[in-house]
């Protein structure tokens, strides 16, 4: 893919992209200006998310001396309810994460301890793996956090790769200093997303991969999130099950239910 070298600053979300000023027409007149990338990212987020979801994955995390594999069963609603459970390993098999509103809590069922998660520790590790709490617990949606432009495209046999680079709105919950996305506007799915600190530097790239029947649709099946600074590191999700708007109550993403 040829790259517009004037055009460096983008964002990111685990499972997610932004809002698109077409200030496309701005860098290259003409063809390019055939993209909106905003109407291309929320396309994405329409195909990715759904009102509320609910489903199974296998987290694979691959340390630089240690590999640990998680079944996670999780469930969400709109943007701001999440319940994440562990169902294996035996020995974490239990261990839960909730977030309601603006709160977050942990639930150790060994201990049968339920912990705040304070704000400040979005941006940490999720069970010892590449994604944060906020990847995992924040259904951010890339065209309602970034203002973007196309940087770039190239047609391929498997259809045409439109590189959106975004950088956060001003009032964005977002930490990244840009983000760049590829996507594949024939099957409106992203390709890779890259994120880059405030001084450009990549920090982490999540791939998308094994396309295929899931949840009605067809999306990745596979996500790998890969540290820039830690070569050989990764944590794969690969997707068992995924059912799109179930019916959750609200009741569901409670303390109550955090400790079933």
Known sequence: MKHNGSLRRTIGTAVCLCILCSAA?????????????REILERVDKMMHGDSSSGILVMTVQAEHWTRTLE??????????FLVRILSPKKEKGTAT????????NYLPKTNRVIKVPSVSLASSWMGSHFTYDDMLKDRRLADDFLSAVTNEEATES??????????KPDAPVVW???RVVVNTDLDLP????YYDENGGLVRTLEFSDIGPLGGRRLPRRQRMTPAEKPGEFTDVVYRDLVFNPDLDDAFFSLRALQR
């Not at 996670?72 to 309810?81: E, H, N, P, Y």
């Not at 909730?98 to 809590?105: E, N, V, Y």
């Open 25 to 37: 027409a701005a860098f290259e007149p003409g063809k390019r200006a055939e993209h909106n990338p």
């Open 72 to 81: 996670v069963q999780f469930s969400t609603k709109g943007d701001d309810r």
């Open 98 to 105: 909730l977030r309601s509103g603006s709160d977050i809590w």
């Open 159 to 168: 259809g045409l790769l439109v590189e959106i680079t975004g950088t956060p």
């Open 177 to 179: 200093g840009s983000i």
């Open 191 to 194: 390709r890779w997303i890259r």
